[in-house]
């Protein structure tokens, strides 16, 4: 969803190519064939060796694997490298062994999403008027931050720069508590359900409203939690 919605809205610009690369074959034929991209990587690493940047948008325990593999990589020496994953503490950590290297990783976050998933469900106009936080490293230089925020410029999200401890804090706090309430309340109803039945049917657009998010992929939320889990 996020990746095919961020590439979308980058098409907007002409003069921006996307090469994809997906684990699911099937979901790279997809994403080709209602123009996601533009180009299939049957070959992430061999196809990073064109890319002028680099994003991750994957589950964040996958973002990390993947970062530790990139020193092994031939990237082009310019190549900035960053994320849309919704914790940023864990990452950056990672990325200071590639800073040490020489390699540009500055961490990116849209705060925008749906219930839904897959690239299917992806929307160019998913970030406009939304906040895409980044978290480059302090002594990152503004010349190389200001290239990552004027390719985003054209999915219109509000770009906004702050530190990596302080963007966990504060999206535990707006986004990653309240979807650990909301699926709780769903495992609770289901609970409820076994002794009193009518409880589900009882439901309506209040628990639907509090729920909602609820539905989004468990893997994802799995691996946000445990990397955020001391600010939740």
């Known amino acids: 969803l996020i990746g095919g919605s961020l ?7 002409k003069d921006v190519k996307i090469i994809g690369y997906d684990a699911n074959g099937q979901t790279l034929k997809t994403a080709k064939r209602i123009s996601v991209i533009d180009e299939i990587a049957t070959n ?37 490298i960053t994320d849309t994953g919704s914790t940023k503490k864990e990452i950056m950590k990672v990325a200071i062994s590639l800073k040490e290297q020489g390699i540009t ?11 839904k998933s897959g690239v299917e469900a992806a929307r160019p106009i998913l970030f406009e008027n939304a906040y895409y936080l980044l978290t480059p490293f302090e002594d990152e230089t503004d010349e190389r931050v200001q290239v990552l925020i004027n390719l985003l410029q054209v999915t219109k999200a ?29 495992h609770q109803l289901s609970f409820e359900n076994e002794q009193y039945p009518f409880t589900k049917q009882l439901a309506a657009g209040g628990f639907r409203d509090l729920t909602r998010i609820a ?18």
């Open 158 to 186: 509000k770009v906004v720069q702050v530190g990596a401890e302080e963007h966990d804090h504060m999206t535990a706090v707006v986004s990653h508590f309240p979807h650990l309430v909301a699926a709780s309340l769903v």
């Open 215 to 232: 539905s989004a992929n468990p893997i994802v939320w799995r691996d946000i939690t445990l990397q955020n889990r001391q600010e939740l």
């Open 105 to 115: 990783f500055i961490g990116g976050h849209p705060m925008a999403g749906s219930h």
């Open 44 to 80: 992430l690493e061999e196809s990073s060796a064109f890319a002028d940047v680099i994003v991750f948008a994957t589950p964040v325990s996958e973002t990390i694997r993947l970062m530790k593999e990139l020193p092994k990589w031939q990237l082009k020496k310019q190549v900035i």
């Open 7 to 13: 590439a979308l809205s980058l098409k907007r610009n």
